[in-house]
């Protein structure tokens, strides 16, 4: 497996097919939401596509990293498919993400709105909750911050 951190204009009509292809399976199909889940975040410049990709070139994980505001990243669109959970791969694909936040932003603030469910998880990877939980598009998520 390989890691890669890609602008919008650096991925092939193939490689975003498959990305995008993942993200809707997860939060539009597995979790029956139906909402707008490609963005105009995808093609910022600054956006970074974070993923992994097997050895027959299947995405395996994925998140995005943006500057969300004057000192304010955020990591979203976190997932791993469903062949692929359970082998320790979202606390990997964190610390890339992370590792990329602090690499193009190094004084800005790291946040993410979280399934609620996964606080616990975002937790141990240094993540305090910001808000209370509301519902997102019919899910409960909690806004997070990484502890400085």
């Not at 097997?54 to 995405?59: C, F, L, Y």
């Amino acid at each position: 497996m390989k890691w890669y951190v890609k602008k919008f204009s650096e991925l092939d009509t193939l490689t975003f097919f498959k990305l995008a292809k993942a993200r809707v399976d997860i939060f539009v199909v597995e979790q029956e939401c139906a909402y707008p889940e490609l963005d105009d975040v995808d093609i910022l410049e600054e956006a970074r596509h974070i993923y992994c990709l097997n050895g027959d070139g299947e995405v395996v994980a994925y998140s995005r990293c943006y500057l969300k505001a004057s000192q304010v990243t955020a990591i979203g669109r976190v997932i791993i498919t469903e062949p692929n959970r359970g082998k320790g791969l979202a606390s990997k694909l964190m610390n890339e993400s992370l590792n990329v936040c602090k690499s193009l932003w190094p004084d800005c603030k790291v946040q993410l709105s979280a399934q609620t469910h996964l606080t616990l998880f975002y937790g141990k990877l240094g993540f305090k909750a910001i808000s209370d939980s509301y519902l997102e598009d019919g899910i409960p998520h909690t806004d997070m911050e990484l502890a400085q």
